[in-house]
């Protein structure tokens, strides 16, 4: 394997990884203004009242996802073992 091999392989590891979070993340982070937004709104400042709903929201979404990431990972591994290397 060459060296470009290798940061090709790096670079498609890393895509898939940030393909993979980013559905959650995307929650998380849409959840969070939500919930920051009501708490400017009633002046309410406490700091589980953003951290709660934002994880409950995330593991969901996870759950909710779940097929899809594990075809995601799926098909990225059959590639990865029929081509010997990066996609």
């Not at 394997?1 to 990884?17: F, G, K, Y």
């Not at 400017?40 to 097929?67: C, D, H, N, R, Y």
């Amino acid at each position: 394997m060459t060296l470009d091999e290798a940061a090709d392989l790096v670079r498609q590891s890393l895509w898939i990884t940030l393909l993979i979070a980013a559905p959650m993340l995307i929650v998380g982070l849409v959840v969070g203004l939500v919930v920051s937004i009501v708490q400017a709104l009633t002046q309410i400042q406490e700091q589980t009242l953003t951290f709660i709903p934002k994880i409950v929201s995330m593991i969901i979404a996870a759950g909710l996802l779940m097929p899809w990431i594990g075809l995601r990972l799926v098909e990225y591994t059959q590639i990865m073992f029929a081509t010997g290397g990066s996609p």
